[in-house]
């Protein structure tokens, strides 16, 4: 059964602090990992990687996907109160004409002034 | 904004009942997909439609059933509720079935009394 497990489960830092949320997975053929930041409601898409070693970066977050480990990082830097959010992590399995994304439990993350 | 409406935002019902949750899509998007989210559970995916067709099934109940209509919305169809129905389901969408970016609409928030 295919699985992503995010760690830590919640995190609590300090404004301009840096932080790294983890994600592994365990994705039948997998195609890519997706990562999306949920605040109140909708998740809202953040990166795709598809190829190990290759950072995406956008501001002050970053991700990297290691295929051999199985794993991806999702980096934020000089974190703001409005990071504060659910960070989730999904992978992608290829089955045939399906894009469904399994999903971990995500980060809690909080930011505090 | 992401583009993917649904409605209604909130529904409130009984154990036993039958509700109607509605997605429109974004512009052009011709995959629509379903996910429900529950505290314990996380995101979990239900169903995905491609222009009309059923393309992949997940954790979903025989209770449940969905459908996408020619001009592309979906409706999610959830019978003989029960009080672990209750959760926040969302509908996503993609240009086609098979890419992995999915938009996701802010969600319709199902209480089963």
């Known amino acids: 059964e295919d699985k992503v497990v995010q760690s830590p489960l919640s995190l609590v830092v300090h404004e301009g602090d840096t932080v790294t949320l983890n994600c592994s997975y365990e994705?039948?053929?997998?195609?890519?990992l997706l990562w999306y930041k949920q605040e109140k409601k909708a998740p809202t898409f953040l990166f795709m990687l598809?190829?190990?070693?290759i950072e995406k970066k956008s501001g002050r977050l970053s991700s990297i996907l290691d295929k051999k480990e199985l794993s991806s990082i999702l980096n934020i830097t000089a974190t703001q109160t409005g990071d504060s959010a659910i960070y989730l992590c999904?992978?992608?399995?290829?089955?045939?004409?399906?894009?469904?994304?399994?999903f971990g439990k995500g980060t809690k993350l909080t930011v505090n002034p | 904004d992401s583009g993917v409406t649904q409605t209604p935002k909130h529904l409130i019902t009984a154990t036993g009942q039958r509700v109607t949750l509605r997605c429109s899509p974004r512009?052009?998007?011709?995959?629509v997909y379903w996910y429900q989210q529950s505290l314990d559970q996380g995101l979990q995916f239900l169903i995905q439609?491609?222009?009309?067709?059923?393309?992949a099934k997940g954790n979903i109940l025989e209770r449940f059933s969905a459908q996408q209509f020619p001009d592309l919305h979906s409706e999610l169809n959830l019978s003989s509720l029960e009080l672990g129905d209750s959760a926040l389901y969302f509908c996503?969408?993609?240009?086609?079935?098979?890419?992995?970016?999915?938009?996701f609409g802010p969600g319709t928030r199902l209480t089963v009394l």
């Open positions: 512009s052009g998007d011709l995959s």
């Open positions: 996503a969408s993609s240009v086609e079935g098979n890419t992995d970016t999915q938009y």
């Open positions: 999904a992978g992608v399995p290829v089955q045939g004409g399906s894009e469904k994304l399994v």
């Open positions: 994705v039948t053929n997998f195609r890519s």
């Open positions: 439609y491609y222009n009309g067709e059923e393309r």
């Open positions: 598809t190829s190990s070693g």
